[in-house]
């Protein structure tokens, strides 16, 4: 099983679509957890971290249930410029100050 | 961003060549690190290192050497290059994992 799973995808959404991605983690004992956005050639950026209680940074909701080692991310009213590849990471207690990335989860807006 | 600079931003080297990248941060952070990334897979963790002169092997370090002797330099060696090196390298920076990791504008290596 690999550490950190997502959907690759692609979600294809017509602008002002509100589009949702899921990731799970294999190890119960992580403690980071973050969206990364990385558009074509070009790297990673940092989107927003994902804290326990949830949290929200205009357009986007990124939401944490270590229950089920699960975080998603929620993208309202969709914009061309959003079209990307979502990473979801997570950093293994284990590793110390190492992070693992998911392979990514494209999107694509249309108008 | 401006804190992280990576060396060269392409190149072309021929199989059996040693190639070294160059990864230069001015944010004084501890931690630093090389990934690569090929369709497929993803990032995978070549190697990173904790501070000066300590480094440790990622998941996919073999042909790979890396050396830290100053906070702000982090050297990629691949000692002879291969066409399975061929790849995007990124360089990472980060002060502790709970910041996240800021990323350098990336290496497009091809080993002909």
């Known amino acids: 099983r690999k550490e950190v799973e997502q959907d690759p995808g692609p979600f294809n959404v017509p602008e002002g679509a509100t589009v949702a991605f899921n990731c799970t983690y294999s190890?119960?004992?992580?403690?980071?957890f973050f969206w990364y956005r990385q558009d074509c050639r070009k790297e990673p950026k940092l989107l927003m971290s994902?804290?326990?209680s949830g949290n929200e940074d205009g357009r986007f909701t990124a939401q944490l249930n270590r229950a089920s080692q699960y975080i998603s991310l929620l993208i309202r009213d969709s914009k061309l410029s959003d079209s990307a590849t979502y990473l979801c990471?997570?950093?293994?207690?284990?590793?110390?100050?190492?992070?693992?990335f998911g392979a990514g989860t494209i999107l694509r807006v249309k108008s | 961003d401006a804190g992280i600079t990576q060396s060269p931003r392409h190149k072309v080297t021929e199989t059996g060549t040693p190639v070294t990248l160059r990864c230069h941060q001015t944010?004084?952070?501890?931690?630093m690190y090389w990934y690569r990334q090929d369709p497929g897979h993803g990032l995978r963790l070549i190697h990173y290192s904790y501070g000066v002169k300590d480094t440790d092997k990622g998941e996919v370090s073999d042909g790979y050497s890396v050396s830290r002797s100053k906070t702000e330099d982090f050297l990629l060696t691949l000692e002879s290059a291969t066409s399975s090196q061929t790849s995007v390298y990124f360089c990472?920076?980060?002060?502790?994992?709970?910041?996240?990791?800021?990323f350098g504008s990336g290496t497009r290596l091809t080993v002909v």
């Open positions: 190890n119960s004992a992580s403690q980071s």
């Open positions: 994902v804290y326990s």
């Open positions: 944010e004084n952070h501890r931690y």
């Open positions: 990471v997570v950093n293994m207690r284990t590793d110390g100050n190492k992070l693992v």
């Open positions: 990472a920076i980060s002060e502790g994992v709970a910041d996240g990791y800021t």
